[in-house]
Structures are given as structure tokens and as C-alpha cells.
């Protein structure tokens, strides 16, 4: 009687125990994935940040070398430790990929030089929709490789200056602003204001 009683107990115990060790192994792989979840949507938003200024420092760049000539297309760096040189930094610093922790994807103008840059991580972004304005072609974007930092992007359409109207005669002559052959003066960078964002934080 006592043996079958010490041997029912023993058996509740082992089922606890059991019950126990599954219970532990299902919160912790929770605690897992959570953690994971968090650290990729950390690293999400580094991406999006350091992508965004890249894309900035682009356009800065562009309407700096182009200032005071008249050039077609845009101009573009050799490398991102190009944008980083002084007197005139237009990046704090030559990022990595956030994502990948290595290098990036670049996208090569026709005419050479760095016209943009993509993670090179197929994952699928958490982030879907309400984009900052200049990335909101991100949206329903499916991986990160196709986040596409690049100057300039579909995003930045309606926020490019519009080519000047051709001059009619007389038009602009005695103008304010403009000069004796009517052309209305353009301010220095004024091709990569629009290409400026809030980066996100």
C-alpha cells in the first residue's frame, strides 16, 4: 500500500516536472523570438536613417559640384569616404549596411560614380507603409534589398524645382530678381532642398 502510494507520487512529480521543462521551453523560444523581433526592428530603423542621409548627402553633393556651371545630369562620388572629406563634409561618416553589418549594394550611374545604395539582405521589413516622403516608393516594399537609397528616386518628383518656362520676349526684363537676359538667378544647392528629410528616429 505504501509502494503504490510513493510510486503514484513519484509519478504526479515526474508529470509536473515534465509539464515544467515544456512550459520553460515555450516561454524562453517567446523570450526568443521577441528579442529577435526587437533587435531586427532596431536595426530596421538604422537602416532607414543612415540610408536617408546617404541619399541626402547625394543630392548635397550633386548641387555642390554643379553650382555655377551648366551640366547635364547629376554628379556623382566615386566612393561614400568621398562624401566624408573635408572642408565640406556632405556624410558624417562612410556607413555600413545596418542590416548585414558589411558593405553595401552600389548603384552605378551611367557616368559613372555612386548614385545610390540598397541593403543587400533579402528579410522581409516589418515597416510597410507611412514612410518619410522622400523613400515613400518604399511602400509594400517586400525585402530590404529593394529599399533603394538613391538621388535622385521616384520620391523626389513633385519636390524637384520644374524646368524654367522657355523665355518669351521681354519676359523678365526689369525683373526683380533677375538679371538683364531675364534669366532668374538659381540659389546655390537649391537642386537638393527638396531632396532633404527629417530622418526618422
Known amino acids: 500500500m505504501v ?3 510513493m510510486s503514484n507520487e513519484q509519478g504526479i512529480t515526474y508529470l509536473f516536472l515534465m509539464f515544467a521543462i515544456v512550459l520553460i521551453g515555450i516561454t524562453t523560444t517567446a523570450a526568443a523570438k521577441q528579442w529577435k523581433a526587437m533587435v531586427q526592428r532596431e536595426l530596421e530603423a538604422d537602416l532607414l536613417m543612415k540610408g536617408i542621409e546617404i541619399q541626402n548627402a547625394l543630392a548635397l553633393y550633386s548641387a555642390a559640384k554643379k553650382a555655377g556651371r551648366v ?3 547629376e554628379v556623382y562620388p566615386q566612393s ?3 562624401l566624408t ?5 556632405f556624410l558624417r561618416k ?3 549596411d545596418p542590416i548585414t553589418h558589411g558593405e553595401w549594394e552600389y548603384l552605378r550611374a551611367p557616368n559613372g560614380g555612386i548614385m545610390g545604395v540598397r541593403s543587400k539582405s533579402r528579410a522581409v521589413p516589418f515597416r510597410q507603409h507611412d514612410f518619410p516622403l522622400v523613400v515613400r516608393h518604399f511602400d509594400g516594399k517586400n ?3 529593394d529599399w533603394v537609397f538613391q538621388f535622385p528616386n521616384s520620391s523626389m518628383a513633385g519636390m524637384m ?9 521681354g519676359a523678365g526684363l526689369n525683373q526683380p530678381g533677375t538679371t ?9 544647392g537649391s537642386e537638393a532642398q527638396g531632396a532633404l528629410a527629417t530622418v526618422p528616429k
Do not use: F, I, T
Not at 538683364?180 to 546655390?188: K, L, T
Open 3 to 5: 509502494r503504490c502510494r
Open 71 to 73: 551640366m547635364p545630369g
Open 80 to 82: 561614400l569616404v568621398e
Open 85 to 89: 572629406r573635408l572642408p565640406k563634409p
Open 94 to 96: 562612410a556607413y555600413l
Open 143 to 145: 525585402q530590404y534589398y
Open 161 to 169: 524645382p520644374a524646368p524654367n518656362a522657355p523665355n518669351q520676349p
Open 180 to 188: 538683364q537676359a531675364g534669366v532668374q538667378p538659381s540659389p546655390v
